[in-house]
């Protein structure tokens, strides 16, 4: 995974059942890389903020397993933005992008599948040290969305 992996959206299994529908994820088969870490975040209290910060190396496929939001995503000059809302469908966001999350729905659960271990030094949490590691990167890698 390098910044210049697309920003997409990712459809996982759906096994649809009158007993409750079941949907599952592999590393390296479902998501493009191996599965090195889980985490989710949930109880988020109506019209707060998370994320904001970009990775230098890890890349997360995040899942609204519950509930919806918004991400919105930025290579520091052009924004996109995803509304998640389905159980079975991800987005992945490659190392190098800068993520937030809005609009949280109540009762949303929202899962993050990585590519690394939880390292601090991956984080970019500083908006203008983002510009300045976009401003480092060679031409071609500065625009990916
Ligand atoms: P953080 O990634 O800063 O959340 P957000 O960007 O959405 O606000 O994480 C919040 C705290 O949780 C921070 O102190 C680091 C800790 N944390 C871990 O210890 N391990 C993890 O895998 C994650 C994602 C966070």
Not at 1 to 22: Q, S, V, W, Y
Not at 25 to 36: A, C, L, N, Q, T
Not at 61 to 78: M, P, Y
Request: aromatic share 10%; proline share 6%; net charge negative.
């Amino acid at each position: 995974m390098n910044r210049l992996t697309k920003a997409a959206e990712i459809e996982f299994p759906k096994i649809c059942d009158p007993r409750g529908n079941l949907s599952f994820i592999e590393g390296s088969r479902h998501v493009p890389f191996p599965i090195k870490r889980v985490f989710y975040i949930y109880d988020v209290p109506g019209g707060e903020t998370r994320g904001a910060h970009a990775h230098r190396q890890c890349a997360e496929v995040l899942i609204a397993v519950a509930g919806s939001l918004e991400v919105r995503l930025t290579d520091g000059k052009k924004e996109v933005s995803y509304r998640l809302n389905r159980s079975n469908r991800g987005l992945l966001i490659p190392p190098g992008t800068w993520r937030t999350m809005h609009d949280f729905t109540t009762g949303t659960v929202v899962v993050a599948i990585c590519s690394r271990e939880y390292e601090e030094e991956d984080y970019i949490r500083d908006y203008e040290d983002f510009e300045r590691y976009v401003a480092a990167l060679p031409e071609d890698q500065k625009a990916i969305l």
